[in-house]
């Protein structure tokens, strides 16, 4: 799979200057997106020290709606995995 943004370094990877490697992708699991925040966790467990939230999720890219229950989930993430792992919300 091919992250055109990620690999040029674009958008919301726009000035990391380290390596970006990808550790894992998963869905929200549909709504109400409770499976995102386990599946965020469980990512972090397994070595990820960044989580990012999918456009579709907060941005509503491609078709304008972001899903009603972005904040919540994004919240959700944050106190599973901590301070220490960092959060883009966005990817294009």
Do not use: W
């Amino acid at each position: 799979m091919d992250f055109k943004v990620i690999r040029e370094k674009k958008c919301a990877f726009e000035g990391i200057e380290e390596d970006i490697e990808i550790i894992g992708m998963v869905s929200c699991g549909g709504c109400p997106g409770k499976k995102a925040i386990i599946r965020a966790r469980d990512m972090v467990k397994r070595g990820a020290d960044t989580v990012v939230l999918a456009s579709c999720i907060t941005r509503g890219n491609p078709i304008g709606i972001p899903c009603p229950h972005a904040t919540i989930i994004e919240e959700s993430i944050k106190r599973q995995v901590g301070e220490d792992v960092q959060m883009i919300n966005y990817t294009h």
